[in-house]
């Protein structure tokens, strides 16, 4: 595909140790068109927050990507020297990330922050940074904005706080948002507010989104295509209600099992055996299967399923819910 | 069926204020923050009574409370006919105080680093000098993990094995009730399945009695038999899980659960709920919920609604019946 914005292809991210070279993540490819949420959901250590960083090439040494290739627009930029990722940062790339008062200076007012980044990114000048800031400030809902501009994040409560680091997500207009977690450490009804305001903005300026989350609610309500992330590689890769609704990996399955919904009243929760394995100790075979209920031999010693192998949607030797498992049954 | 927890009209106020030298000097008043404002339930004997709120609502420091870490400003806390702040037997205290534990939020911060498992776990019988032997042992077995893992030290389980060990620290007493404050909100999703289905088996097993205070509608639908939702310090519903989600008869109830992401709500528009929580310091008068509420009157305002009997459950709302009848006739 050369009209997406983001093309991602076999990346491959190494961590050397003493002892061993982890790979947290290993071989995910994926495309975002224009105006597309993709989901990308996974528990802890899944390698999805790593994904991210690889994108906006902020990953922390000693990790590093060592294979595999990054296009925006269809240009390479995993390659790119520091400076020149520095400017498309912000300004091709925006990034929101889980804590907002980690992601905003203390010492600096937010109109400060909101101007500094425009006229960096857009070589507009200060008056005309400070009267755009207002209405960013004012588009992402901070009542009173024009005398708010000149307040500290301190002063504001974490969902206002959030709505800031989106503001700057969007000041300056890139194509590309990456959301780490933006709503895990607020509330429901402000993370209820906060993802309403996500959308809203990239529909209306046709933004891409990765929204990295732990959530399968927040994916399924907000993603339009999601990816599973399992053991640093992708599980499976689709549209959201197809994904969710008809999960094709059993991992995928037992996610959805696991996942505690109000209408089901007080049922026994499905649970998935085992723990996600440490990296570096990982499985021979498919990662999974010593945690799969559906795992035959070959799962045990063929190479580990990769979505090319299969079919492009699960990557697993035994999918369920698909067409030909049922005409199987 | 006997309640074995009672509630009574329980307040916690904070004392804020800035020092003493800075209120004498810049003539600042006093601050007071109500956590906790008035609130009265009761927990049946084997049952899970579920405390739900968003942050600042209040439901830790009434698990606090309840555990005797803090002591309530006003009201009262029984436990099996006992008030640990008013009595003054010291058996009685005893008794009632070894019938009760607590699982924190963060299995990482309540374990500690430098002590084994076994002592860990067998520390609240240590300390009131009873037998230990094998008791760790047992326990860890019984909570799904080895009885070889007594040997090792918190720093080399993952988070889930070391709420495990939370839970066999909480049992090691043989408690009769036991807080939970926001036992899976640390953990990952398979791994909160595997926690919540252990702690409900173990519920059968032992006849034993939770608190279980969470933020999460959906956790709380799975294990309580009885829901509570707090709002700014003030119980503002209760009702069986399933009454709850099926008719919410509190509005700021249908907006947490209308809030609420849903596994099926592909492409869902919701309409944002309005406002966030007041400054707890200066709560709105009347009904705390009144700013952001849908349904407000001027009585709203001025009033504040009492919990009062409601359906199945309790409700604290003028307008209730509207409510309700509006839902039903939304569906």
């Known amino acids: 595909m050369t009209d997406a914005v983001l093309s991602v292809r076999d990346l491959v991210v190494e961590i050397p140790t003493r002892h061993a070279v982890l790979k947290p993540v290993d071989g995910v490819s994926f495309d975002i068109a224009p105006g597309e949420i993709l989901g990308v959901v ?75 980044t425009m006229i960096e990114h857009l070589g507009i000048s200060q008056a005309e940074a400070r009267k755009r800031a207002i209405a960013a400030l004012d588009e992402v809902g901070i009542p009173g904005a024009a005398d708010r501009i000149d307040s500290y994040p301190h002063e504001f409560s974490g969902g206002m706080r959030q709505r800031v680091v989106i503001a700057l997500a969007l000041c300056a207009e890139p194509s590309l948002v990456i959301a780490d977690e933006p709503t895990t450490a607020l509330d429901v009804s402000v993370q209820a507010q906060i993802i309403a305001l996500l959308r809203r903005l990239c529909r209306e300026r046709d933004t891409s989104v990765m929204l990295i989350t732990h959530d399968m609610g927040v994916i399924a309500e907000t993603a339009d295509r999601v990816a599973v992330v399992y053991a640093g590689r992708l599980a499976e890769l689709g549209p959201v209600a197809e994904v969710l609704g008809r999960p094709r990996h059993p991992y995928t399955e037992g996610l959805m099992g696991s996942t505690p919904a109000a209408s089901a009243g007080r049922a026994r929760l499905h649970q998935i055996p085992g723990s996600m394995p440490r990296l570096g100790h990982l499985p021979a075979g498919c990662p999974f299967h010593p945690r799969c209920p559906k795992a035959q031999d070959d799962c045990r010693t063929d190479p580990a399923p990769t979505l090319a192998a299969c079919n492009g949607r699960a990557a697993c030797w035994h999918p369920v819910n698909s067409p030909e498992s049922e005409a199987a049954e | 069926m006997t309640a074995i927890v009672t509630v009574k009209n329980l307040t916690r106020r904070f004392d804020v204020s800035k020092p003493w030298l800075n209120r004498v000097i810049e003539r600042l008043p006093k601050r007071k923050l109500v956590a906790v404002s008035d609130v009265s339930f009761d927990i049946e004997e084997g049952t899970t009574y579920a405390l739900v709120g968003e942050s600042g609502s209040g439901k830790s420091t009434i698990g606090k409370m309840l555990v005797g870490l803090l002591d309530p400003s006003e009201g009262a806390v029984e436990i099996e006919g006992v008030n640990l702040d008013t009595e003054t037997d010291r058996a009685r205290i005893d008794k009632v105080r070894s019938d009760i534990q607590m699982i924190f939020q963060d299995p990482y911060a309540s374990l500690n680093p430098r002590w084994k498992v076994r002592d860990i776990i067998a520390e609240p019988v240590a300390a009131r000098g009873g037998k230990t032997q094998g008791l760790a042992e047992r326990l860890l077995e019984q909570v799904g993990l080895s009885a070889d893992d007594a ?137 705390a919920y009144n700013p952001r509420c849908p349904f407000v009157v001027d009585r709203c305002r001025e009033e504040r609604p009492q919990l009062r009997p409601f359906g199945a459950g309790r409700v604290a709302c003028h307008r209730a019946e509207e409510v309700v009848a509006r839902m039903d006739k939304a569906s």
Not at chain 1, 90 to 104: H, K, N, R, W, Y
Not at chain 2, 277 to 283: G, Y
């Open chain 1, 42 to 116: 996974g528990e802890s250590g899944a390698g999805k927050s790593m994904t991210g960083n690889a994108v906006i090439g902020l990953l922390d040494r000693p990790a590093h990507i060592s294979g595999g290739e990054i296009l925006l627009k269809g240009q390479r930029i995993d390659n790119l020297p520091y400076a020149r990722m520095r400017k498309l940062r912000g300004a091709e790339i925006g990034m929101v990330f889980q804590d907002p008062l980690t992601s905003l200076n203390p010492l600096l007012t937010i109109g400060d922050q909101l101007s500094e």
């Open chain 2, 151 to 287: 040997g090792k030290f918190p720093h080399e389980f993952s988070g889930g094995q070391r709420q495990r060990i939370c839970i066999a620290r909480a049992l090691a007493s043989e408690p009769k009730f036991i807080v939970c404050d926001e036992p899976t909100s640390a953990l990952d999703v398979s791994v909160q399945a595997q926690v919540l289905n252990l702690m409900s088996d173990l519920k059968d097993d032992y006849g034993l009695t939770y608190l279980f205070i969470s933020h999460d509608l959906t956790v709380v639908s799975h294990m309580a038999d009885t829901v509570g939702v707090l709002y700014l310090g003030r119980l503002v519903e209760e009702a069986a899980p399933g009454d709850l989600n099926a008719r919410p008869a509190h509005p700021y109830t249908q907006m947490l659960l209308d809030a609420a992401p849903q596994l099926d709500g592909f492409g869902r528009e919701v309409d944002p709920p309005k406002g966030e929580i007041p400054d707890p310091i200066n709560p709105p008068p009347g009904c």
